[in-house]
């Protein structure tokens, strides 16, 4: 998975849910397909974490400068 885009994963996880709600599968490759997809949501999570440590917010200033400042979230502690 070291290569893959995020697009691919999450196209993949969202493949995996289908198939576990699609109720069909045999309870060995229900769990096969489980521990699959908890693999490309922690994939996932991990790219999205990336990406929001790249934002940047330009902050204007009073003498019409810009500063940056990291993005940050309500949820951030």
């Known amino acids: ?3 893959e885009k995020f697009e691919t994963s999450l ?3 969202e493949e995996v849910v ?3 709600e699609g109720g069909s ?3 060995d490759d229900s769990i096969k ?12 999570a991990k790219k999205l974490d990336e990406a929001e440590r790249k934002v ?3 902050i204007k200033q009073r ?3 810009f500063r940056k400042e990291p993005f940050t979230t ?3 502690d």
Do not use: I, P, T
């Open 1 to 3: 998975m070291a290569a």
């Open 25 to 27: 599968l045999s309870l």
């Open 63 to 65: 003498d019409g400068s």
């Open 11 to 13: 196209k993949k996880l």
């Open 33 to 44: 397909a489980f521990e699959e997809g908890v693999k490309h949501a922690a994939f996932c």
């Open 74 to 76: 309500d949820n951030d």
């Open 56 to 58: 940047e917010v330009l």
């Open 18 to 20: 289908r198939k576990l």
